[in-house]
């Protein structure tokens, strides 16, 4: 703990998710000042059928 | 804001979750008084493998 | 399961919620098939200094 | 009610999650006195490459 | 990792809660085989009139 | 989306999370591409006694 997760429409590359993995730890020890090592990140991709804003699908454009 | 995040069971149509999305952004409207565009909502589809209700694995039956 | 979860800003009424578990429940329903008491829904309220849109906290003003 | 929520890296077998959804459910009817089929369990598998310690993904070795 | 999300009504003792995270660790580390150390979980506490089933709250009686 | 949940322990100030909110957000724009203002942040406080590690509550000292 620090717990992290992200929801992310899927398709991001492996180098996306390297540095948004690391930055973000970065951002989090800065901020809360824990070791880097006790900041654990989880990513969850999501298909763009299987998120909404507004009651509108993305996959339907928003 | 509001969060809403919908776990279920896979396989259902895009016409399901275009419904669903339309109609929970809806019902959280009417009774929160936000507006329709605060509303984001995610789907999480899961295998029956990976639920269980009552130590059994959906997969196995219920 | 479906299990729903809402996070949202603190203080709604519990008439609001009332009104907020039936409606959300009704429209899973409706869309999905599955019996009403299959729906779960656990709200997660918020406080406005733990909420940032844009990196940027509620409590900041948006 | 409880809901418990595992996330877990991808790769067990079906054995591995039947064991485990009747361990964890034994584990909560025990300690908190529910009926067992009040415990729900969902397993969220997760690829190395989204899971990230330490500002590190697993997928590149820990 | 792995990572359990335990959602469950507010008003357990420390007592109850220290039980179901050693039993809870236990099962999840007999089953999946993975170090002690690593696994972590994280305690939702639910007033009663932030869950519902079947549309109703627990508040209202189930 | 991107929607972020961090669940950290009780008792930051708000100049952290403020912090923490900016450069958690920054940190996911300059790896995704994203618009700054699509990013959502949710801070989950979690009191000492409800996590846990290798099965010991954080309350009982780690």
Chains 1, 2, 3, 4, 5, 6 share one sequence.
Do not use: H, Y
Not at 47 to 57: I, S
Request: proline fraction near 3%.
């Amino acid at each position: 703990m620090p717990l992290v997760t992200i929801k992310i429409i899927e398709g991001r590359t492996i180098e996306q998710k390297r540095g948004m993995a690391k930055d973000v730890t970065d951002a989090i020890v800065k901020n809360v000042g824990c070791p880097t090592a006790a900041v654990q990140i989880d990513i969850i991709e999501l298909k763009a059928e299987n998120v909404a804003q507004g009651g509108k699908l993305f996959s339907d454009g928003q």
